[in-house]
C-alpha cells in the first residue's frame, strides 16, 4: 500500500516536471505579486514599529513565506477531482484498487513536492537577496517548522478535497469550490498576517481550521511563537487534522453511493 | 451601423437570458465573486484599523483607489469578455475563428459579442460598495465639472484594460496559449493601481508611467479628486492625461490586433 502510494506520488511528481515553462511563469508570477505585497507591507509599517508582536523584518518575512508557499498549498484552491467526476474520469479511478482520499493525496503531494521547489525554495532564494529576511535560529526551529508545514499541507489537502466532494451532489460545484476557497484564503492568514487583525476577527479566526493552514507554520518559522505555544499550536493543527479527514471519510462514502456516473 | 447595434444587443441578450437560466445558482454566483473580490479590501480595512494610514493614505482615500480600479475592471471584464485571452485561445486553437472570420460581419464586433459574462455584476457591485464607502469617508468638494471628468476617467480605464485585454488576444494567433505575462500585467497592474503608487519601488513605477501609463489612470486623477499633494513631482496636468492615455493606448492595441489579423495563419485543426 505504502509502496502504490509513493508509486502514485512518483507518477504525478514526473507529470507536473514536463511542464517547465508553466512552472517558469508561475514562479515569474508569485515574485511579481511578492513584491506588490511588500511594497505595501512597507507602507504600511512606515514609521510604525511592532504591532502585536510583528515587526517590519517579520511582516516581509511572512509575506514572503505565505506567497512562496501558494503553489505548494495550492491556496488559490484546487478542482481537479470535481473535473474529474464531471468527466466521468472518476469511473476508473473508483475501479483502482486505492481509496479515493490516498489516490489523490499522493496526485496530490507529487504536484505539490515539485511546487515547494521550483516556486517555494527558489522563490525564497530569489527574494532573500532582495529583502531582509529574518531566518530560524536553531536547527530545532527549521525541525518544527517543516513538521508543522506537513501538517499544514495534509491540512490543505483535506480541506479541499472536502470541498471538491461538493461535486457528488451538484453540477456547480466550481461555484462552491470558488467561495470556499476565498474563505479559507481570508482566514488562512494569507492575505495579511492574521496577528494584524482586530482581536475579535483573531477570536473568529481561531474557530476554524484554516489558520492551523498558513499562519501556524510561518508563525513558528519567524519566532513569533516559541516553547509550550508551538507544541500547542502543533497541537490545534493536529486535532483539525482528525477532523477534517473524518469527515473526508465520511463524506467520500456518501458521496460514492450517490453517484451517478453519466454517459461513458 | 444601426444594423450592428441592434445585432449586438440582440447577441448579449441571448447570453444574459441563458445566463440567467438557473437563477439561483447564478444569483449565488454574483455574491461569491462580489465576497471573493470583496475580502481583499475588507482585510485591508481591517487591518488598517492598526496602521491609521498608507503611507499617509487613509482608509476613505484608498477605497477611492480600490472602488475605481474594481469598478472599471469588472465593467471591462463584463463588455470585453470575448477578448479575455483565456476565453479567446480555444478559438485559435481549437480553429473556430476561422469560421468567424469567413461570417460577413466585422471580426472585432463578433469578438466583442461573442461572449459577455454577466456574473461580473458581482464585482461590478463590489466595486460601487468600495466606492460609495470612499465617497462616504471622504469630503471631496464635488462640481459637476469633476463629475464629469469621474465618469470620463471610469470610461479611460474600461478603455486601457480592454486594450490590454485585446493585445492578450492578439498574442495568441502565435503562441496559441495565452501568455502569464499578461496576466502579470493586466491583473498585476490593475492590484498596484489599488494602492498609492508610490509605495512601489522606482523600476516597477517606471515602468508603469513610461512603457504603460497605468500611473496617470488612477493614482494620479485620485490625487486631483481628494486635493492630496503630488509627492513625485509631476507636471500638474499629470491627473488629466487618463483619456488622452487610453486613446493613445486603445489604438496602438487596436492597430496591434489588425496587424495580428493580418497575419493569421490558424493552426490547422
Known sequence: MVKIFWRLVWVSLRQQTTYRAAMLAGLVTNLFFGVLRLALMQALYKDQGAVNGLDLGGAITYIGISQSLIAFLFIFGSNDFMKSVSSGEIATDLLKPVRLFTLWMARDLGRGLVNLFTRGVLFMVIFQFFYPLVWPVSVGQVL?????LTISWLLSFAWRFLVNLAAFWTPDAIGVGRAAFALSQFFSGFILPLRLFPEWTQTIFNLTPFPSMVNTPIDIWIGLISGTEIWLAIGIQLIWLLLLVWLCQVTVRAGVRHLVIQGG | MKRLIVLYFRLISIQVRSQMQYRFSFWMEVL???????????????VLQQFE?????????????????ELSF??????FSGFDPDAFS???????FDQLLLRPLPITFQVLSSRFVLRRLGRIMEGLVIFIFALILTDVPWSALKIVYLFMVLISQVIVYGALFMVGSTLTFWTVKPIEAVNIVTYGGTEMMTYPMNIYPLWLRRFFTYILPFIFMNYYPALFFLGKADPLGFPVFAPFLAPFAALVVMFLSFKFWKFGLRHYQGTGS
Request: cysteine-free; proline content about 2%; hydrophobic content about 60%.
Open chain 2, 74 to 79: 469588472a465593467l471591462m471584464d463584463m463588455f
Open chain 2, 32 to 46: 461569491s465573486t462580489m465576497l471573493l473580490n470583496g475580502s481583499y479590501f475588507l482585510a485591508l480595512y481591517l
Open chain 2, 90 to 96: 480555444p478559438f485559435v486553437w481549437k480553429g473556430s
Open chain 2, 53 to 69: 494610514t498608507i503611507a499617509g493614505w487613509r482608509l476613505g482615500e484608498v477605497a477611492f483607489l480600490a472602488g475605481m480600479v
Open chain 1, 144 to 148: 518544527v517548522f517543516v513538521f508543522s
